[in-house]
């Protein structure tokens, strides 16, 4: 799938339209990969699916394997008869950009409603593949879901400042929790058997329209996490459960302090002991849910800035070492070849390039990065090589347009003769500048195909609030989009092998 001259569209779930809110995996999301199809791509790329935690960033979730809730379609849930019509009457929102606190609250009291009748009725198929389902991922699932429970029991805080035993995983209070707080449970047991039923279906919706999906993974967990409460030896944590080392990034170009993102560091040590299981046991689950994952933050695994918890700052952070090439020979053996696309972002050293090509990895060239210096910068399409990603921009950049918006003269003048007008036609003219370069796929974020200004713009890095908001408007994926879109991938070689015309 990463081999093959195509393209493809950058759009998370959420950032579809929807009657409640936020984009969800119903009928939009269907259409959506119609519109895929219809334009000639190959590929939809989306960003982490994970329950979402502070900010509601898809980057920090509770938990490396859960699904997100927010994304469940009630529409779907209405006709499989677990939410009736009066359920649904007054909950729809307007349309335009999300409110996540409007929505958490309606769509969580929905989904209680919906589990509450589910769970209700007894003895039909469904039921024996919700049962399925909890047996299938009793792994991860069973953990979760009383992570979750407990995390409301205790006013929301974050776990390691629970009561000891809750905290530190006391075999007969963690029991007593289950038996006393078993409805709950049942509740995040249904909407993950929900989540990931709906999920599966728009899944071979798209394969059968030969569509393709590539996903995304943190390379990082949330502190805050089911991952870090169930595993706490895999992290650098004190007797109490709070992070002594966290990732970052060092003091470069852009932040003299460098950049502090919270995360616990990992235990290397220990997971290189047991085989990298809980890694193994990621990819497995989530190369489930997707044909293709990209690894975020990949430099991370030959080496991580590693910050101790109680700096304020990036500053004071060392490098330390990372076994990924360990982790990813352990993975080929366990899984085969795998297809990771690494992102290969930022500073990256020869060491971090020869783990990335000695694993055959594509990894992302960003035009939005190629201008403003000499003719020997990597992001430029003729230092591209083949066995790579070329994008516009991603979910962290501002739009196309937004970014030309806002260069300066002299960065302007570069984008220009470099092109090859005097007045480029902006985005088009860089979305034809990626789609004709050699990289062997080419992905677009919607934003840019819909000419949208920086009011778009999904992600600003370091901004706690107010990111992932953005949705598309009804009626705006229309049949000339398509045609256009169609045509610029024919004449690019980027047509699916069987659709040459």
């Not at 075999?171 to 449970?185: G, V």
């Not at 992001?379 to 806002?406: A, F, M």
Request: glycine letters at 10%; one cysteine or more.
């Amino acid at each position: 799938m990463l081999r093959a001259r195509s393209s493809g569209i950058l759009l998370h779930p959420s950032s579809l339209p929807g009657r409640f809110g936020i984009g969800d995996l119903g009928s939009e999301a269907f259409r959506f990969i119609d519109f895929l199809k219809q334009a000639g791509q190959s590929l939809w790329q989306i960003l982490p699916l994970g329950p979402t935690g502070y900010g509601d960033s898809p980057y920090s979730t509770y938990s490396a394997f859960a699904g997100n809730p927010l994304l469940v379609s009630l529409e779907l849930l209405l006709e499989q008869g677990d939410l009736l019509p009066e359920d649904l009457d007054g909950q729809e929102l307007p349309q335009g950009n999300i409110d996540f606190g409007e929505v958490h609250d309606r769509k969580e009291r929905l989904l209680h409603r919906a589990a509450e009748r589910f769970l209700g009725r007894q003895g039909d198929e469904r039921h024996q593949r919700f049962d399925a389902f909890c047996r299938n991922h009793e792994y991860w699932l069973e953990d979760y879901s009383l992570f979750r429970v407990l995390r409301r029991h205790f006013g929301q805080k974050h776990w390691n400042l629970w009561p000891e035993p809750e905290r530190l995983r006391d075999p007969e209070a963690l029991q007593r929790a289950r038996e006393e707080l078993a409805q709950a449970c049942a509740y995040h047991r249904y909407a993950q058997f929900v989540f990931f039923e709906q999920w599966q279906r728009l899944k071979e919706y798209a394969a059968q329209n030969g569509i393709s999906i590539l996903g995304d993974i943190p390379i990082y967990v949330a502190e805050d996490s089911c991952d870090v409460w169930a595993n706490p030896h895999l992290y650098h944590l004190d007797d109490r459960g709070a992070a002594t080392e966290v990732a970052g990034v060092p003091p470069d170009y852009f932040s003299e302090t460098g950049q502090r993102w919270g995360n616990p560091m990992y235990r290397w040590d220990r997971m290189e002991q047991d085989g990298f299981g809980w890694w193994i046991a990621r990819l497995r689950h989530n190369l489930g849910l997707t044909d293709a994952l990209r690894i975020d933050h990949f430099r991370g695994l030959e080496s991580a800035w590693s910050i101790p918890a109680d700096s304020p700052t990036a500053v004071d952070g060392r490098w330390v070492a990372v076994p990924g090439d360990k982790l990813l020979q352990k993975v080929a053996e366990n899984l085969g070849e795998i297809p990771l696309v690494a992102e290969d972002l930022g500073v990256i050293t020869p060491e971090v390039e020869k783990i990335r090509d000695d694993f055959g990895l594509p990894g992302m060239k960003i035009l939005q990065f190629a201008f403003g210096s000499g003719s020997d910068n990597p992001y430029l399409p003729h230092n591209v090589e083949r066995n790579c990603l070329i994008y516009t921009g991603t979910h962290d950049n501002n739009t196309s347009l937004g970014w030309w918006q806002g260069l300066g003269e002299q960065d302007r003048a570069h984008v220009a003769s470099y092109i090859g007008k005097p007045s480029p036609n902006m985005p088009e003219d860089l979305i034809r500048l990626a789609m004709a370069g050699v990289a062997g796929l080419c992905i677009l974020p919607l934003q840019d195909l819909l000419g949208l200004d920086g009011s778009g713009r999904m992600n600003t890095p370091g901004k706690a609030q107010g990111n992932w908001c953005w949705r598309y408007e009804p009626g705006a994926l229309k049949p000339e989009l398509a045609r256009r879109l169609h045509e610029m991938t024919a004449i690019y070689g980027r047509l699916p092998a069987k659709s040459d015309t």
